[in-house]
């Protein structure tokens, strides 16, 4: 049995609805506004997100069941295989109860420990057939320039997913190309704009009009805050912005404004201007729990001066001894008004690989601060071993947090901007979902 990869299900979703945007543009009253922003808005938090729910990063046997009449069905099993540096470098997933191969993935990655290719094959007629192929490519900064993705159509490879980063000036572009449905090639493009200063102030995005098959406006974010900022768009956390649709020109549409929380989770109220004043009207929320798992993301919408919930996924989370054994995903049923079980996930004791010491290695890094003393800003580097989802905290000399940062990304060291921070001694706090562990520094101005 072959499974059906689900490619990118978040962008088919939310940009095959977009489509109405633009036969809709001569009209554009504020009832079709809303209910193309909310589908706007639900692309954006599921298609440009990096803080999507990642796999635990173990050789482990992962079970997966699926809701069949509220009674858990068995039906993969899933071994995953790491490298050295904590990436995954082979799965194989077999159906139950028969056992037998259904899919399976290569991995290969550069020596910054950046995927570069991904190689998936399927069971069939007792042999392992292609079935979809990706590559990527990097620039010298580390940013992905290139990702091509193909599946195997009879004995030809068919492009069903292309990403392009365009580096220029003060301005970054990110365009998206794929199949839709019934072999609609769908367009996505956002731009971001840069002041001289790398401080970015505009993203305009951009869709395919299904009609002229053109790129054409249908939202601009501008009059950007952070609640951190570093010149990466990829991890910058815009707080605040003004929010503008296309109608022939640009429309102000209303504003969001985002709190975040110490261990990468916010809530985002977006709302709309009616001519005289702000009135709400949906709000995201992504929670996340210690050991930095999402454990709960949802869409609300303002109605009858009250939240209705409108989309949603629920993570349940067990552990023992620090490692996730069980995870339960559940989606929100519009019909019934609450969460319904939809598949479960079990992770088994780790598999005798070569590479079995690996949660020694995280459990007991180790890392190095320099320089120590500091004066404005010290690098953590971490021996022998490249990290992802880990906490950082800095604690002054009576215990009061004064800085604290998440990294959701694999790195193996980091730097930590100091300017703001009295001299005085430190303690530097790292906490991975394996261990924490602590460094003295001394901070000299």
Known sequence: MIRKALIFPFLITGILI????????????????????????????????????????????VKKYTNDNNSWLYIYNTNHTYDYNNNLIYSLETNVPDNTNSIKDSLIYNSQGKLTQKITNAWQDDTWVNFQRSNITYNSNGYKTLELIESYNVDTWDTTFFEEMNFENNQISQYYSFMGLMGMKIEVQID????????????????????????????????LTFESYTGNYEEDKIETAEINMWNNEWVYFGRFETAYDDLGGYERLYEIYDGSAYENFQLETETYDEYLNLVESKIEIWENNSWIMDTGEKNTLEYENNNLVQRII???????????DMNMEEYEDFLITSNSTLFNQEANFKFQVFPNPAIENVYVIFEKITLSKMRIELFDNLGRSQLKKTFSTKTNSFELDLKSLKKGSYLLKITTPFSTQTKKLIISK
């Open 18 to 61: 977009l489509g109405t945007i633009t036969k809709a543009q001569n009209l554009m009253p504020n009832e079709i506004i809303k209910t193309n922003f909310k589908t706007i808005t639900k692309f954006q938090k599921q298609g440009w997100s990096n803080q999507l729910y990642q796999q635990p990063d173990l050789p482990r046997l």
């Open 192 to 223: 971001f704009i840069y002041d001289g200063s790398n401080v970015l102030q505009e993203m305009n995005f951009s869709t395919t009009d299904f009609e002229t098959g053109e790129l054409v406006y249908f939202q601009k974010l501008t009059d």
């Open 330 to 340: 559940q989606t929100w049923n519009m019909d019934s008004n609450s969460y319904i």
